[in-house]
């Protein structure tokens, strides 16, 4: 993601979220040195995007979204596992987040992505006063080994990942 990108960004939080990120928190994950934000691309176009900050060994995702018309494509498990690939390449081992209570369309996506229900914060999210699912993923380089199918799916540009990868 980039500065030309965060107006299509905050279209994509706006139909996603009941709370979305303003566009002043996206551009400031630009200058967050931990965040890692990828947009999805089809015909030029941004359809979906997806933020982690990565601290040694764990990536924690704070936003994933797709735009509500390219739903159901799977481009939603092709940008998770985009995003594992390149968490992967800056050191992570795991990946971690939280999703609403109610989400069940989110949990399943993250349940065939190996990853697990480790906790629960009662009311986390003050505008309806839901909890949050705490999921974790402890092997992300066996999701992204058993996903690799994935991989003829999307096209990965990312300067950082290839430094990353030719790092490892
Ligand atoms: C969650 C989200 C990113 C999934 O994107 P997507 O492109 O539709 O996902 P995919 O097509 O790759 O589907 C991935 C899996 O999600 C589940 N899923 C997706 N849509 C579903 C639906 N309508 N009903 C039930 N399960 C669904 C399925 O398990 C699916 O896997 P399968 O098709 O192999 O069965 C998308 O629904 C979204 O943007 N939601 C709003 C934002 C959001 O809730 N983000 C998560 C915050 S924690």
């Not at 764990?58 to 998770?80: D, F, M, S, V």
């Not at 999703?99 to 697990?116: C, H, K, L």
């Amino acid at each position: 993601m980039t500065k030309a990108d965060i107006d299509a960004v905050y279209t994509i939080e706006v139909q996603s979220f009941r709370s979305p990120w303003s566009k002043h928190s996206l551009l400031g994950e630009l200058k967050n040195s931990v965040a890692h934000y990828a947009v999805m691309e089809r015909d030029g176009d941004v359809i979906g995007y997806c933020g982690m900050w990565v601290l040694f060994e764990e990536a924690h995702i704070t936003n994933i979204a797709i735009l509500p018309a390219h739903r159901q494509n799977g481009y939603g498990k092709q940008l998770l596992h985009a995003s594992m690939r390149v968490a992967a390449s800056f050191g992570a081992e795991m990946m971690t987040l939280e999703v609403r209570e109610t989400n069940v369309i989110a949990q399943r996506m993250y349940g065939e992505m190996d990853f697990s229900e480790q906790g629960f914060r009662k009311r986390y999210y003050t505008d309806t006063g839901e909890g949050a699912k705490l999921m974790w993923n402890r092997n992300l380089q066996k999701t992204i080994e058993k996903n690799a199918c994935l991989e003829g799916m999307y096209l990965l540009e990312s300067e950082a990942f290839k430094k990353g990868e030719r790092e490892t």
